[in-house]
T-cell receptor, first 114, second 110 residues
């Protein structure tokens, strides 16, 4: 069975600093996708970034990058130059090939301090 | 704005009642997914429809059912509601890889 582990329940970071949110995953499948979503206090789930298991380069989307280490089964999200608006819950998720559902981790609550 | 719409935004109802949640996917997306987010269970996949047909089933209770209509909108029906069904219910629709979530329906069962 697939499993996502996010070991940081909460993180506090100063504005403008970079932050890394940890995510490890467990699957025996070779083909899978990894996702990060942001959930602000308003409740919506916002897609941030995607990494395919066969992608050779780490995914980047603006200030977001995904540090993908396949051998270690980790897919950490890096947010550069954090902003107050980055305060939210962040969820790591995985989808294996052929199964459309996303399996989510428990989330990390990120708080950016001014 | 993800392009996925959900109604209603909030729903308060009593135990034993039945409710219907509605979702319209992004234009062009054929797949619709339903997820439940609760404090104790986290985010859990319930069910997926693709172009009107059920494609995958997750941790969906027998009291819950869903369907996708020819215009691709989907409805999630929850019946014989219990206090534990109180949660945020998301609908998502998919592009090639990403699933785009709607704003959710917050269901409170009293």
């Amino acid at each position: 069975a697939q499993k996502i582990t996010q070991t940081q329940p909460g993180m506090f970071v100063q504005e403008k600093e970079a932050v890394t949110l940890d995510c490890t995953y467990d699957t025996s499948d070779q083909s899978y996708g990894l996702f990060w979503y942001k959930q602000p206090s308003s409740g919506e789930m916002i897609f941030l970034i995607y990494q395919g298991s066969y992608d050779e380069q780490n995914a980047t989307e603006g200030r977001y990058s995904l540090n993908f280490q396949k051998a270690r089964k980790s897919a950490n999200l890096v947010i550069s130059a954090s902003q107050l608006g980055d305060s939210a819950m962040y969820f790591c998720a995985m989808r294996i090939q052929g199964a459309q559902k996303l399996v989510f981790g428990q989330g990390t609550r990120l708080t950016i301090n001014p | 704005d993800s392009g996925v719409t959900q109604t209603p935004k909030h729903l308060i109802t009593a135990t034993g009642q039945r409710v219907t949640l509605r979702c319209s996917p992004r234009s062009g997306d054929l797949s619709v997914y339903w997820y439940q987010q609760s404090l104790d269970q986290g985010l859990q996949f319930l069910i997926q429809y693709y172009n009107g047909e059920e494609r995958a089933k997750g941790n969906i209770l027998e009291r819950f059912s869903a369907q996708q209509f020819p215009d691709l909108h989907s409805e999630l029906n929850l019946s014989s509601l219990e206090l534990g069904d109180s949660a945020l219910y998301f609908c998502a629709s998919s592009d090639r890889h990403e699933q785009y979530f709607g704003p959710g329906t917050r269901l409170t069962v009293t």
